[in-house]
C-alpha cells in the first residue's frame, strides 16, 4: 500500500510558475506510476499528467502539454509537478495518485491511491 501527500500549492498570478511535490510512502514507490490530476469547482477530476515507473516514461493532458512537466525522484519517494505559464483556467485542486502495474493511464478509476489535494489558484 502507497500513501501519497501532496503539497507546493498556493496563489499565484497568471504566467507564473509553482512547483508541486507528491511525497510517497512504502518501500516499492519505483513500481508505481504516478499521476496528476485536478478539479475545478463544479467540474470534474480531470487528468493533467503521468510518469511511468522506472525509466519514467510521461504522458501529459493537452491542455498542459508545454508548459508542465512531471518527473519523479526514486530516493525521495516524490514526485513533482512543474507548472510554467500558468493560466486562471489552471485554477483546481490537484490530486496525485498512484497505481500498479506501472504503466501509464489517464482515466481516475484506473488509479488506486490518492492525496488530499493541494490547492492551486491563478488570479488575473
Known amino acids: 500500500q502507497v500513501q501519497v501527500v501532496e503539497s507546493g500549492g498556493g496563489l499565484v498570478q497568471v504566467g507564473g510558475s509553482l512547483r508541486l511535490s507528491c511525497a510517497a510512502s512504502g518501500r516499492t514507490f519505483s513500481v508505481y506510476a504516478m499521476g496528476w490530476f485536478r478539479q475545478a469547482l463544479g467540474k470534474a477530476r480531470e487528468f493533467v499528467a503521468a510518469?511511468?515507473?522506472?525509466?519514467?516514461?510521461?504522458y501529459y493532458a493537452d491542455s498542459v502539454k508545454g508548459r508542465f512537466t512531471i518527473s519523479r525522484d526514486h530516493a525521495k519517494n516524490t514526485v513533482y509537478l512543474q507548472m510554467n505559464s500558468l493560466k486562471t483556467e489552471d485554477t483546481a485542486v490537484y490530486y496525485c495518485?498512484?497505481?500498479?502495474?506501472?504503466?501509464?493511464?489517464?482515466?481516475?478509476?484506473?488509479?488506486?491511491?490518492w492525496g488530499q489535494g493541494t490547492q492551486v489558484t491563478v488570479s488575473s
Open positions: 495518485a498512484a497505481r500498479r502495474p506501472s504503466s501509464l493511464r489517464v482515466a481516475p478509476h484506473e488509479y488506486d491511491y
Open positions: 510518469i511511468s515507473g522506472g525509466a519514467g516514461s510521461t
